[in-house]
């Protein structure tokens, strides 16, 4: 009998083992998925009251390592003529690097929350759409460095 005790004993921990194991990894990925809803909603709010969210671009990309490129990150959207948005970046405070995006029509670059000549850095910038078309959102981070950041894409008015 006492063989039986045991046997059922074990079976009991591993099935409350298992079932712990699953309850610890359901609940750190709900945990990391608030966390960037959260964020997401932060840098929304910094877009300003008369921004109506668009998408948001999250990205986490790692340091450039010796004399490789800096990692980029690239997102193609369609903006429509006659309106004008708003781009806005949020860099997560626990980021090595600062990011910055910059939006391009081709290969000619229409706008920037970075200013390369001048150094200065910018939360958001607006840009009129002249064109019905596919526009390019490119993130990086200063210095080649790791980091983490919110892209807002938010519509403003009618032109």
Do not use: W
């Not at 063989?3 to 099935?15: A, G, H, P």
């Not at 998408?55 to 997102?75: F, M, R, W, Y």
């Not at 405070?93 to 029509?105: A, H, I, N, R, T």
């Not at 009129?128 to 008015?157: N, P, R, W």
């Amino acid at each position: 009998m006492n063989f039986k005790i045991t046997i059922l004993k074990q079976f009991e921990m591993k099935n409350i083992t298992f079932f712990l194991a699953i309850i610890f990894l359901t609940v750190g990925y709900t945990a990391k998925a608030q966390t960037e809803a959260q964020k997401v909603e932060m840098c929304s709010k910094i877009a300003g009251q008369e921004a109506t969210y668009v998408k948001d671009i999250i990205v986490d990309l790692p340091a450039a390592q010796g004399n490789e490129k800096i990692p980029s990150s690239k997102t193609t959207l369609i903006l429509r003529k006659d309106n004008k948005y708003r781009v806005t970046i949020c860099t997560d405070d626990d980021s090595p690097g600062k990011g910055y995006v910059q939006l391009f029509d081709n290969e000619t670059m229409l706008g920037s929350s970075y200013n390369v000549s001048t150094g200065k850095e910018f939360k958001s910038f607006d840009f009129d759409c002249q064109k019905t078309g596919a526009y390019h959102f490119i993130i990086q981070f200063l210095e080649g460095k790791a980091g983490k950041a919110v892209v807002i894409i938010s519509f403003l008015k009618k032109l």
